[in-house]
């Protein structure tokens, strides 16, 4: 058995030496008098883009220059989460919506959003899924240091829709917005929730051809933060 | 490892053509330049970076002393979430579980993103024996692929190629267009990729570091190759060596912050994946299996000795590639291994034999530099020189040098510790540099020094000394 054999073997070598112990402070992060325009300026630096919807009312043309941006119609959402979370109100098209391995997604004719949106739902397929042009997600976290924002999977989502569109956004509450890596570490815990969790900073890259820097290798080819204020309220409707 | 007839992996018949290369030395300084720079600029934004490494230092060491808990940890995690966790006591062991798996699954081709661990086992060569193609999916890696040779740099495989050449691969294998445009090329390679992933079955990825306290395999990457890799196919393998295992889920701010700015001097990468699982019941992706499989090969062996042990707290950043000047001069090739560099230099001898790979404690200047910028402080000249005494005893049977070394380092000691025999050695030295001299450098044609210098240059002498000139122009004044 292999198994054993490693074990013994590491258990043989490891005895006999003593034992240096693990150090119980993380050496220090940087921190910031204004969290938010560090996170901008260091998400700026890693090629996405910053759109900062803390007024209330605002989502809404945050959205619309996204839309505007990538002339995409059609906004999939990374599930039910996202509209509590952020408190975005919808009404729902489709009586099946948010059953479990259904997509959700709201048409935007000439890149207008309206609130309350209008919500449709259609099966959860893969090559579906690599035709989609934009996944809209919400953020457990937002990391200032490096413009990080931490997305989970969970129950009625996945994994895919947030890797596969040309263009990701992620709307991030302020108050989960955290000075550094060592603010984050300590207090995540992945396997709780879902079965991964991706910290994302940018879009897609590769610099593999001559240290050229480029855009959207196999993921999001454009990477937007929308910032909230985290008691911001859209007027909500309820589903019918 | 690529090991001649005689079972040895050589460095010296590969260092000749790879200088003679011009084309090669011309991408690599392109390159390798731009990597220092980018390296400078993210390290020295960090106040505290040497305080960072002493911490990463600290838990690596404290991991490696007590290996067996925290992998015994590790698999108990996994294992709670569903996971599975496959012990390979060597290489043949871990390919010996990805080619029956693949067997049983019906699987012919399957999609895989960087792995370091995959190159040191041969993997795709043992998949390619049975007939099924690995697609390698990082661009870099696919090039290289394409090109039918070895990755060139552990973090960047396909550093040593221009755009050019990349351009007439492109155009000879896959029938594009030629165009010398990036964006292209990657375009090119995205749509194509896109196609297997879509299809693929069985997806395999290395680890940068697996938790054990929460048993989570944590993959950095920046194209979101790694991420497809492990959502699309039913089956996601992993395959980890057993010295990536840290204690702690705190302890990854560290050790993220110290590899990326080192590897490619980014603050953060695009994508850091935390996987602790297949897809769970109520999600709407991801593998139905998921297994784990940690791989000694070699590993467990180099624990004997405290400081040779230092080798395992390597996070694979390829830092110290970049810094050393004889990977800069070499490249990654003639170390035929999939280890290249100080790093390779290093490791390849521990994890083979020191008989199997003699020259490669010999690979290097000595000078340092890969010391200094290892995130993780392995002290690699000094592993290196433990190296070269284990390969002279290996050779002669005793670790003591050649009667002729001797006398030449007494000799040279002897000139050097007076200032009159050290400027009488020097007339000396002119005098044969006239006598034998070329243009390029001092030659000194006869034994013992003509058998040392067999495959040395010696710089030639200045016409006159700094004494000589200070003397002269202090008449002149
Ligand atoms: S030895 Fe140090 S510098 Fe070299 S690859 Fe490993 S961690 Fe990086």
């Keep these: 058995m292999s198994r054993s054999a490693i074990l013994e073997r590491v258990r043989r070598c490891g005895t006999g030496t003593s034992v240096p112990e693990l150090p119980q402070k993380l050496p220090e992060f940087p921190c910031y008098q204004d969290a938010a325009a560090q996170f901008q300026s260091a998400l700026q630096a890693a090629g996405g883009t910053f759109l900062d919807a803390r007024s209330a009312g605002t989502l809404g043309s945050a959205l619309e220059r996204v839309l505007q941006e990538t002339g995409v119609h059609e906004i999939y959402w990374d599930g039910h989460h996202v509209f509590e979370k952020h408190a975005i109100s919808y009404t729902l098209r489709d009586p099946q919506a948010f059953s479990q391995s259904r997509l959700l997604h709201s048409f935007h004719y000439r890149g207008s959003l309206q609130f309350p949106l209008l919500l449709n739902s259609r099966p959860y397929q893969l090559q579906h899924l690599a035709k989609i042009s934009l996944a809209v997600s919400s953020a457990e976290y937002g990391v200032a240091e490096t413009g990080t924002v931490v997305h989970e999977v969970r129950p009625g989502s996945g994994r895919l829709l947030t890797a596969l569109p040309a263009a990701h956004v992620v709307l991030l509450n302020d108050s989960d917005l955290l000075m550094n890596h060592a603010d984050l570490f300590p207090v995540l815990s992945p396997g709780s929730t879902g079965s991964m969790t991706t910290l994302i900073t940018g879009p897609s890259r590769t610099a593999d051809v001559e240290k050229t820097l480029v855009m959207g290798v196999h993921g999001p080819q454009r990477f937007y933060v929308i910032l909230m204020k985290s008691d911001q309220a859209e007027k909500r409707h309820t589903p019918p | ?477």
């Design chain 2, 1 to 477: 490892m690529r090991k001649n007839q005689a079972g040895m992996i050589k460095i010296s018949p590969h260092t000749g053509p790879a200088l003679a290369n011009a084309t090669l030395q011309a991408n690599l300084k392109n390159t390798v330049g731009k990597v220092l720079h980018v390296h400078q600029l993210a390290v020295s934004e960090v106040a505290n970076w040497q305080e960072l490494r002493c911490h990463a230092e600290q838990v690596k060491a404290h991991t490696l002393a007590r290996l067996h808990f925290y992998l015994q940890e590790l698999e108990k995690q996994i294992k709670g979430q569903g996971g599975k966790v496959v012990w390979a006591d060597n290489a043949q062991d871990a390919l010996d579980f990805v080619v029956e798996l693949a067997h049983q699954r019906e699987i012919r081709r399957l999609v895989k993103s960087k792995s370091m661990l995959s190159e040191e086992i041969g993997l795709n060569e043992a998949l390619e024996r049975e007939r099924i193609e690995t697609v390698e999916t990082d661009l870099g890696e696919f090039i290289v692929q394409l090109a039918g040779e070895p990755p060139f740099h552990i973090t960047a495989p396909a550093l040593h190629k221009s755009r050019r050449e990349i351009a007439q691969l492109f155009s000879q294998k896959l029938g594009m267009e030629p165009s010398e445009d990036v964006q292209q090329i990657t375009a090119t390679a995205r749509t194509l990729l896109r196609e297997h992933f879509l299809a693929a079955r069985l997806g395999i990825t290395g680890a940068n570091f697996a938790v054990a306290e929460t048993g989570t395999i944590v993959v950095v990457e920046n194209e979101g190759n790694a991420r497809l890799c492990l959502s699309v196919p039913e089956t996601h393998v992993v395959l980890v060596g057993i010295e990536k295992v840290i204690p702690r889920m705190a302890d990854l701010a560290v050790f993220l912050k110290l590899l990326t700015r080192s590897a490619t001097g980014q603050r953060i990468t695009s994508y850091v994946n935390l996987i602790n699982a297949g897809r769970r019941e109520r999600e709407a992706d991801g593998p139905h299996e998921f297994y784990v499989v940690l791989v000694d090969n070699g590993r467990s062996r180099l624990l004997v000795d405290p400081v040779m042990r230092q080798t395992l707290h390597c996070i694979r950043c390829g830092a110290c590639l970049n810094v050393c000047p004889v990977y800069q001069k070499i490249g990654g090739h003639a170390y035929q291994s999939a280890y290249p560099g100080p790093i390779g230099a290093i490791l390849t001898p521990q994890l083979t034999s020191i008989e199997s790979a003699p020259e490669h404690p010999f690979a290097s200047s000595l000078c340092g530099a890969c010391a200094e910028v290892c995130p993780v402080r392995i002290p690699i000249p000094h592993i290196l020189l433990r190296l070269r005494a284990q390969a002279q005893r290996a050779k002669n049977g005793k670790a003591a040098r050649v009667p002729a070394e001797k006398w030449a380092f007494q000799l040279w000691a002897w000139s050097m510790s007076s200032p009159t025999r050290y400027s009488r050695m020097e007339a000396l030295l002119r005098f044969l540099q006239k006598l034998f001299g070329r243009d390029q450098g001092l030659r000194l044609p006869f034994p013992p020094f003509s058998q040392w210098l067999r495959r040395r240059e010696l710089p030639a002498l200045a016409p006159q000394s700094f004494r000589q000139i200070y003397r002269n122009r202090k008449v002149m004044l």
